[in-house]
């Protein structure tokens, strides 16, 4: 009896993510593997969440290494980072990211020319992205994630996903794992989890982030 509640006690208690959510959802193989899960996010966090969340001036993926994370976004990143969400997405897709490095990276601002269509590099074994936007347009198709079908068109898409407040999408990467949005430009906020094959891949992603951010304030662009 000590043992399990001595067991229990050293699980990874979680702040704000809901994980039953990830649990319960179903995996799509088609036409590669995926998942959506809302409500992952109690509603009543979502103003803490966003007053914490960092002033990211420019369109882009940031890594954590260049901005300040603090209350409610550095709990939520804690949970992205607990083994737990690895845990439950390893047992949902069947692909052990236990012990693969982690690197989160944080998007505020989408520019036109983001989330054209493409496939994640090799580096990558499974990608996570959590929204975090309050709203979204019904009538906007533009910045809603679309899992395609090919590299041909947005419109040969075999889902596509709101990027709503606590809505949690996850997928394996393969070489067919095409994805992008519709052109958006405005306000998109969403954390990007990615599991990767080495520590290398990790280190190397993480240089070319803050080789990016560099050259934006370099060029005046942050």
Do not use: C
């Not at 394996?172 to 994805?179: A, E, G, I, K």
């Not at 990790?202 to 060029?219: A, I, T, Y």
Request: no cysteine.
């Amino acid at each position: 009896m000590e043992a399990a509640v001595a067991q229990r006690d050293a699980l990874p208690r979680m702040h704000f993510l809901r994980l039953d959510p990830i649990k319960s959802a179903t995996v799509v193989r088609d036409p590669y593997p995926y998942l959506v899960a809302r409500g992952v996010l109690p509603p009543d966090t979502m103003d803490a969440i966003n007053r914490d969340f960092p002033d990211i001036p420019k369109a882009g993926f940031f890594p954590l290494t260049t901005m300040g994370r603090h209350r409610a976004f550095d709990l939520l990143l804690k949970d992205l980072e607990s083994p737990a969400l690895a845990d439950v997405l390893s047992e949902k897709f069947g692909v052990d990211i236990r012990e693969k490095p982690q690197i989160i990276t944080v998007r505020k601002w989408s520019a036109a020319k983001d989330g054209r269509i493409h496939v994640d590099g090799t580096a990558k074994v499974v990608n996570s992205l959590l929204y975090l936007n309050p709203t979204w347009s019904v009538q906007d198709s533009g910045g809603r994630f679309r899992v395609l079908r090919s590299d041909k068109s947005f419109d040969d898409m075999a889902a596509e996903v709101s990027p709503e407040f606590g809505t949690f999408l996850a997928f394996v990467r393969t070489d067919n794992s095409w994805h992008g949005h519709p052109p958006f430009v405005g306000e998109r906020r969403v954390i990007q989890a990615s599991w990767l094959r080495s520590l290398e891949d990790s280190k190397r992603k993480e240089r070319r982030g803050r080789l990016s951010l560099l050259f934006k304030k370099l060029l005046g662009q942050a």
